[in-house]
């Protein structure tokens, strides 16, 4: 039973291809073992993803869990997935389009076991590790990015960096609004949104909210799409620049399947799955 159908993981291991750096995949003199093919690695790391299960679990003959961290870090330096996350932005922008002038913008709280450089105590699992997520999306629940850090930092503080991942964008609309729940209910906030040149919608502290009368139920829609992938749900991981890296594959594997389903209706291309996803 494989990972993710075959239909979303061909097209992003394509453009994954092409962004891996050059290099020579026999050692010269021949007396070395043969390194493990980028495909073999990626299609386990696409198991780590979804199953979140541990590296040793996945390793097999093929390939040791060493090779899989090695890989991994390998990676991480050259920033692929990050270029990644982008391409499909803008692969999406242009198919189908990014709905900007309302975005939204929410956490969630994952588990973190082992502790680490983005973990903290958890104010809703007894005082347990935790990471917070902070996500930003687009009227469509598109996710444009993330900041990870400890369980129990504010909302409110986050707000800033998580907004500065829309900077990869370029123009934004000159009319954009920010819808965010009561936690967020602060002058200091509309404050800092105003100094951006943006909307501020927010709900207000006292007052009954329901989440599907406002646009806000997007972001709660695509926490879970992530939190779908069980690496993120429950993080093993220890340092910072590893949780990023997951958590953009995940924002990468959440857009192209978002943009599959939507050109479904609108598009026919030979790959194209016999029913919509």
Not at 60 to 75: G, H, M
Not at 80 to 96: C, P
Not at 100 to 119: F, R
Not at 224 to 250: P, Q, Y
Request: hydrophobic share 40%; proline share 6%.
């Amino acid at each position: 039973m494989p990972a993710l159908p075959t239909y979303l993981i061909e097209p992003i291991w394509e453009q994954f291809r092409a962004l891996l750096p050059l290099r020579k995949v026999d050692h010269p003199l021949g007396c070395h073992r043969h390194r493990v093919p980028d495909r073999v690695i990626f299609e386990k790391l696409v198991q780590v993803l979804v199953f979140g299960c541990a590296y040793e679990r996945i390793a097999d003959e093929s390939c040791s869990a060493t090779t899989l961290r090695r890989r991994r870090d390998e990676w991480i330096g050259s920033r692929v997935m990050e270029k990644l996350r982008e391409i499909v932005l803008g692969a999406y922008d242009r198919i189908i389009g990014l709905e900007l002038s309302d975005v939204a913008v929410d956490c969630c709280i994952t588990k973190a076991p082992c502790g680490g450089e983005k973990a903290g105590r958890s104010p809703v699992d007894r005082g347990k590790q935790g990471i917070k997520r902070s996500a930003v999306v687009d009227a469509n629940g598109i996710p444009l990015g993330a900041v990870a850090a400890p369980a129990n930092r504010h909302d409110s503080t986050l707000l800033g960096e998580t907004l500065d991942a829309l900077e990869v964008l370029g123009p934004l609309p000159e009319q954009m609004s920010v819808h965010l729940d009561r936690g967020y209910d602060s002058e200091t906030i509309r404050e800092r949104l105003m100094s951006r040149g943006l909307a501020s919608v927010i709900s207000e502290k006292g007052k009954p909210a329901p989440l599907q009368a406002t646009k806000r139920w997007v972001v709660e829609r695509t926490n879970s799409w992530n939190n779908a992938h069980k690496k993120l749900l429950w993080c093993t991981e220890r340092r910072g620049r590893v949780i990023d890296f997951w958590m953009a594959f995940s924002d990468v594997v959440v857009t192209v399947a978002r943009l599959i389903r939507e050109a479904w209706t609108r598009y026919r291309w030979e790959s194209r799955p016999h029913r919509r996803p």
